[in-house]
Structures are given as C-alpha cells and as structure tokens.
C-alpha cells in the first residue's frame, strides 16, 4: 500500500483465534497493507500496538470461543475484530 494517503482500503481476514493471536494478526495485515515487514512496522507508522491497546489483554479477551466485536484505531488504520475475523480500514 505504502502511500495510502490518496485513498480508503478496507480488507477483511479470517482467522481461528484457537490458533492466531489478534495481536500478530493486526501487525502482519497493517505491515502488508504498508508494504513492509511485521518488524518494521512500528518505525513506519511511528507507534507500536502497545500505544494504542495492550496486546497481551487483546489476545486474552479474544479467543475462539468469543462472541463479540472489539474496534479502535491504530493511526490512520480502523480495527474491527469480530469472532471470525479482522477487518482493516485505512481512510
């Protein structure tokens, strides 16, 4: 995606939260939509995860047996976790 200032994308994985953390999750799609890689991440968007939730807890509340939906922002990006999946918006 690299410069995704002229426009919104939004990208839908699903995922068995048995067996994906939402933590690892949300880097590996925000790191693709950004063009480069999960460890790079945080000096690209100047920020880590952690600045906005506490990863740890955000894989403790969501698991397979989950029935809800979490959103926030990281950045620029909407994060909407739901019991079957991560939805991603860039505006």
Do not use: K, Q
């Amino acid at each position: 995606m690299g410069d995704c200032s002229t426009y919104s994308e939004t990208v839908h994985h699903h995922y068995d939260w048995a067996t994906t953390e939402p933590s690892m999750a949300i880097i590996g799609a925000i790191a693709s939509l950004e063009e480069v890689t999960p460890a790079d991440l945080s000096t690209t968007l100047d920020n880590t995860l952690y600045d906005y939730v506490d990863p740890e807890a955000l894989d403790a509340l969501v698991t397979a047996d989950s029935r809800l939906v979490i959103s926030f922002s990281i950045a620029d990006y909407g994060i909407r976790i739901t019991e079957d999946g991560l939805t991603i918006r860039y505006d």
